[in-house]
C-alpha cells in the first residue's frame, strides 16, 4: 500500500523555523510529484510547495518564496519542507501527497487535484 507520513510540526514563534518530513512507502518518488498543501480553518486547500524528479522541476507559491525550501531524501524517499521566517498566516494543516501524472506546478497549483495518496496532516502554529 502507498502510505505518506507527515511529521515535524508544531508551535514556534513568527520569525521561527520548522522542518517537515513526508516519508513515502510503496513508490518511487522518482516517477511522482510530491507536493506539500495547507488548509487553515475556514480556509481552501493550498499548494505550497512541488516537485518531480523525472524534469528537476520545482514549484513554489508566491506566498512562500523565499522561506520555504522543498528537497528530498533518495535513500530514506523522504519529502522535506524546511521553513524559515514563519509568519502567523503560514499557519494550517500541512499535508503531503503524491501525483503521477502531474508536473510540480500544476500539481500545486490545482492544488492537489485528483491525488489518491495524501498523508495524515501535521500542524504548524505560527504564533505573532
Known amino acids: 500500500e502507498v502510505q505518506l507520513q507527515a511529521s515535524g510540526g508544531g508551535l514556534v514563534q513568527a520569525g521561527g523555523s520548522l522542518r517537515l518530513s513526508c516519508a513515502v512507502s510503496?513508490?518511487?518518488?522518482?516517477?511522482?510529484?510530491i507536493g506539500w498543501f495547507r488548509q487553515a480553518p475556514g480556509k481552501k486547500r493550498e499548494g505550497v510547495s512541488c516537485m518531480r524528479e523525472s524534469d528537476s522541476t520545482t514549484y513554489y507559491a508566491d506566498f512562500v518564496k523565499g522561506r520555504f525550501a522543498i528537497s528530498r531524501d533518495n535513500a530514506k524517499n523522504t519529502v522535506y519542507l524546511q521553513m524559515d521566517l514563519l509568519k502567523p498566516e503560514d499557519t494550517a494543516v500541512y499535508y503531503c501527497a503524491v501525483d503521477l501524472a502531474w508536473g510540480a506546478e500544476p500539481f500545486c497549483r490545482l492544488p492537489g487535484y485528483g491525488s489518491d495518496h495524501w498523508g495524515e496532516g501535521t500542524q504548524v502554529t505560527v504564533s505573532s
Open positions: 510503496g513508490l518511487s518518488l522518482d516517477d511522482y510529484a
